[in-house]
Nanobody
């Protein structure tokens, strides 16, 4: 099993920034951590992921430009920096772990990630 825990969510005004953290651990093999979000009534959306070894990042189009992923391997923590937040960014944000073959194009597909945190709510007001 892998355990993941998100933190850093909250309520902010449009234009502000938030940094989410994902603490991960476990004995199960996993090589990638991804960030996803789900707004009420919508499907879960992949935003960005990072391979633990090598740090290669894969951004979905919706995350390019305003969101940035990073990791501190010593702390087993992955971060999601979100800038210039918009009301449409309001959602529950999840981090997830998976074991993927790199470069096959699955890095932001929720179905490929087997372990999930409980999520952290982000609410952006106008």
């Amino acid at each position: 099993q892998a355990q993941l825990q998100e933190s850093g969510g909250g309520s902010v005004q449009a234009g502000r920034s938030l940094r989410l953290s994902c603490s991960h651990s476990g004995y199960t093999y996993y090589n990638i951590i991804g960030w996803f979000r789900q707004a009420p009534g919508k499907e879960r959306e992949g935003l960005v992921s990072i391979y633990k070894s090598g740090g290669t990042k894969y951004y979905a189009d919706s995350a390019k430009g305003r969101f940035a992923i990073s990791q501190n391997s010593a702390k087993n923590t992955v971060y999601l920096q979100m800038n210039s937040l918009k009301p449409e960014d309001t959602a529950m944000y999840y981090c997830a772990a998976g074991a993927l073959d790199e470069g096959l194009g699955h890095e932001n597909e929720a179905s490929k990630f087997g372990y999930w945190g409980p999520g952290t709510q982000v609410t952006v007001s106008s």
